[in-house]
C-alpha cells in the first residue's frame, strides 16, 4: 500500500505560479513511479505530468508542456510539480498518484496508477 497526501494548492491569479508537493508512505519510494493528474467540474480527470520510479524520465500533458515541471526527491520521498504561467482552464483538483511498480516509460492513464492522494484544489483567476 501507498499513502499519498498532496499540498500547494489554493488561489492563484492567471499567469502565476505555484507549486504542488505530494509526500508518499507506505512503500520503497523509489519503487514505483508518480503521476498528476487534474480533474475539473463536469470533466474526466485527466493526465498531467509523469516521471518514472528513478526520475530520469518525465512526460507531459501537451496542454502544460513549457509550463509545468515535475520532479521528485527519492531521499525525501516526495514528489512535486511546479506550475508556472497558470491559465484560468487549469482550475481542478490536482491529484497524485503513483504506479504499482517500476515503469521504463511514464503511463499516462489512470488504469496504470492504483494508489491515489486526496486531491487539492488549484483556482486560476482571470
Known amino acids: 500500500q501507498v499513502q499519498l497526501v498532496e499540498s500547494g494548492g489554493g488561489l492563484v491569479q492567471a499567469g502565476g505560479s505555484l507549486r504542488l508537493s505530494c509526500a508518499a508512505s507506505?512503500?520503497?519510494?523509489?519503487?514505483?513511479?508518480m503521476g498528476w493528474f487534474r480533474q475539473a467540474p463536469g470533466k474526466e480527470r485527466e493526465f498531467v505530468a509523469g516521471i518514472t520510479w528513478s526520475g530520469r524520465s518525465t512526460y507531459y500533458a501537451d496542454s502544460v508542456k513549457g509550463r509545468f515541471t515535475i520532479s521528485r526527491d527519492n531521499a525525501k520521498n516526495t514528489v512535486s510539480l511546479q506550475m508556472n504561467s497558470l491559465r484560468p482552464e487549469d482550475t481542478a483538483v490536482y491529484y497524485c498518484?503513483?504506479?504499482?511498480?517500476?515503469?521504463?516509460?511514464?503511463?499516462?492513464?489512470?488504469?496504470?496508477?492504483?494508489?491515489w492522494g486526496q486531491g487539492t484544489q488549484v483556482t486560476v483567476s482571470s
Open positions: 507506505g512503500r520503497t519510494f523509489n519503487s514505483y513511479g
Open positions: 498518484a503513483s504506479t504499482g511498480g517500476k515503469t521504463i516509460v511514464v503511463p499516462t492513464t489512470t488504469q496504470r496508477y492504483p494508489y
